[in-house]
């Protein structure tokens, strides 16, 4: 860009990016048609206006364009057809139509702090106030008079205060520590007397509280929101609107006049939003300039240049095609052709190229020619071991490493001395490592004879001696090992069974010890003598005990039989069952149980009480009243009545009583009735049939 051209510019004529929607074209024909930049300050709106108009209404547009057309056309003289003469009426329909505000700018107030339930966030609700609304109405249903009437209200209690709801949008809140969070914020608009009222009360009036609460339950009901509108839930904030525009964003947003006269009508007879159209389709006679506003814009434009271009003050200098430049260092195989035509241009390029071989072929390395060719490296490679391990292994190898962990501290400071004086210190002699246990020597000179299938060659000799037998201990004889190794060595099975048999009056151990313990309790006249061999089964018991020789009855009771006597279990049962005939008698011989009646005033002593048969009711069920006298009782929360089929139960402290009733009562149609007076209890009971 000319810088030059820049700074010498007047203000106005350059803007910000998207800040200027007024047509620089529109600035210059206003300062030369001599308008003043103070008047234009509405020109932004009436473009947004015509552009609007253009979209949502093709036909009013063009038709205001036509009108417009025609007026300019008779103003400056010109001659026109029959019938294309100017209306004025419809121009000005047009021209109000389209100078009607379709918003309106409120005054802020102050912001209500709420909260939406289940977690749903901040709401910010802006009070403002616009002279469009009606004022209130006072409890005579009168508007208040706003010129004459000065602030004074200490309450809205009885006042009617109309406002209006607007459209819930996103707004910046304060989140938690300095973060900002996600909110919503929605305004509200009132008449002024009504902020008026506000401020001059204070801000903790109950005049603004009121409204305040007035607000919350409202924007509860006509944004659908879930608004938290109990009186703990919201709060004032020191900030006059929140959501709106410019930096700190407090300046009020326009509020639509479609939601103010759509909310005018209470909400039961309002009617349903139309939606937007989504498509309109544009009049399809207006065309070209008629279209749109950009139309007529680019219309404009493009005759101004056709005019520059006839006036000669637009000239294009021709201009020759910027050749491609070429790399300045270029690899030229001696091989190629360079050829020149007789213009001097080069024409390498078009000459056909010719084939290359590739310089190495693939598989050059697993042929049969790589195989018999003579290795790459015969001696190998002359580089040492040393370049596999790197710089810190060669400079280790040049290097004399002590270790000092396995010295002492005399040791330690005798080879700094020596290291000192020049001389060569050396590592600590290890220690001569022990050498391992010598393994034991398992072998055996028995088995050096032996060869394979030595068991089955009886000349030779045997692996066990005459001996082996003799050493074996025969109280852990077992023949069921015997067995078992009878089938794995029969040699060691034979030399076994050499061993002598146990004698037969070898005794088992467990037998002598069931013999001392018999000897020790003194079991021998019970079970017999077990010291002794057992005798052959028809030698036992040749003659009856000396006991069982004497006569029954001169027997000798020892311990606690001597306290029992002969027949006394049989003794025992008789004296039971003349027990419960006794018991069978006393019962029979009992007097018969008093009648009901009775029983009844034996129940409820003291209780004294009357009954008497009512009329029957419309159904045409039984009644009867009961009067009971109820001393002692100060009310009838000191009487516990209880109906239950054909009886009434009355308890006063710890005093009952059962009255029968001579049919079963219905106890939802029971009534019943203390006299505090008297000390009387009227009962009133009807069948249930």
């Keep these: 860009m000319n810088q030059g051209k820049r700074q010498s510019a007047r203000p106005g004529d350059y803007s910000a990016k998207g800040v200027g929607k007024i047509p620089a074209e529109v600035k210059a024909m206003a300062r030369q048609m001599g308008i003043p930049a103070s008047e234009l300050a509405n020109a932004d709106g009436m473009w947004q206006k015509l552009t609007k108009m253009s979209e949502e209404d093709p036909d009013g547009y ?132 009504v902020l008026d009222q506000v401020a001059a009360e204070g801000p903790r009036s109950p005049f603004k509280r009121d409204v305040s609460a007035l607000a919350v339950r409202w924007v509860a009901a006509e944004s659908k929101l879930a608004v938290d509108t109990d009186a703990k839930s919201w709060k004032h904030i020191n900030s006059k609107y929140k959501g709106g525009g410019g930096k700190a964003g407090d300046e009020p947003v326009a509020f639509p006049l479609d939601e103010v006269s759509f909310q ?19 009049n399809a006679e207006a065309t070209g300039v008629a279209a749109s506003p950009e139309s007529l814009l680019a219309r404009a434009r493009g005759l101004a240049a056709d005019r520059e271009k006839e006036n000669g003050l637009a000239m294009k200098l021709p201009e020759t095609a910027a050749q491609k430049k070429k790399v300045m260092i270029q690899e030229v195989a001696p091989d190629d052709a360079l050829e020149a035509s007789t213009d001097g241009f080069d024409i390498s390029s078009d000459a056909p190229a010719k084939p290359k071989k590739p310089a190495v072929t693939k598989g050059f390395l697993a042929g049969d020619k790589a195989k018999q060719a003579k290795p790459l490296y ?77 068991l089955d060659d009886d000349t030779k000799p045997s692996l066990y001696g005459d001996d082996e037998a003799a050493t074996r201990d025969s109280r852990v004889a077992d023949p069921v090992f015997d067995a078992m190794m009878a089938d794995v060595d029969r040699e ?92 069978k008698a006393a019962k029979a011989a009992a007097p018969p149980p008093p009648p009901p009646a009775a029983a009844a005033a034996a129940d409820a002593p003291g209780f004294a009480y009357e009954s008497k048969d009512l009329e029957r009711d419309a159904s045409g069920r039984r009644r009867v009243q009961i009067v009971a006298k109820l001393d002692g009782a100060a009310s009838m929360k000191d009487v516990d009545l209880d109906v239950s089929g054909a009886t009434l139960r009355l308890k006063v402290d710890r005093r009952k009583a059962k009255i029968a009733l001579p049919f079963a009562a219905d106890p939802a149609a029971a009534s019943a009735k203390f006299s505090k007076k008297k000390q009387q209890l009227t009962v009133v009971l009807t069948s249930d049939a």
Excluded at 264 to 282: F, H, I, L, Q, T
């Design 62 to 193: 063009s038709e205001l364009l036509t009108e417009s057309a025609k007026h300019m056309a008779k103003a400056n003289g010109d001659e026109l057809a029959e019938g294309m003469e100017p209306d004025d009426a419809k121009a000005n329909e047009l021209m109000s139509k389209l100078m009607t505000p379709d918003a309106l700018t409120p005054a802020a107030g102050y912001v209500i702090k709420a909260a939406l339930k289940y977690n749903g966030g901040k709401l910010m609700i802006n009070c403002c106030a616009h002279p469009a609304l009606q004022p209130p109405n006072d409890a005579a249903g009168l508007p208040v008079d706003v010129k004459s009437q000065k602030p004074g209200w200490s309450s809205a209690s009885g006042l009617q205060i109309p406002m209006v709801v607007g459209s819930a949008r996103p707004c910046a809140v304060a989140g938690a520590g300095d973060q900002v969070g996600s909110g919503q914020a929605i305004d509200v608009l009132f008449h002024p007397w």
């Design 264 to 282: 005018s009508a209470p909400p039961g007879s309002r009617e349903k939003k139309k939606a937007p159209p989504k498509d309109v389709k544009p």
């Design 378 to 454: 015969p001696n190998g490679s002359s580089q040492g071991d040393s370049q596999k391990e790197g710089t810190y292994s060669r400079f280790m190898s040049k290097c004399k490493v002590v270790d000092t962990t396995q010295m002492t501290k005399e040791e330690q400071d005798a080879a700094l001395r020596k290291h000192a004086e020049g001389g060569q210190v050396g590592n600590k002699p290890a220690a001569a490592a022990p050498k391992p246990p010598a393994e034991p020597d398992y072998s055996t000179k028995a088995f050096d004879k032996i060869t394979k299938g030595f």
């Design 492 to 583: 060691f099975s034979n030399a076994t069974k050499k061993a002598a048999a146990p004698a037969d009056d070898d005794d088992d151990g467990t037998i002598d010890q069931l013999r001392s313990f018999a000897d020790k309790l003194d079991f021998g006249g019970m079970f017999g003598d077990f010291g002794k061999p057992e005798p052959a089964p028809a030698e036992k018991f040749p003659e009856k005990p000396e006991v069982e020789r004497e006569a029954p009855r001169k027997r000798e009771k020892k311990g606690v039989l001597k306290d029992f006597k002969e027949g006394f279990i049989a003794t025992a049962d008789a004296k039971a069952t003349d027990r419960l005939n006794a018991a």
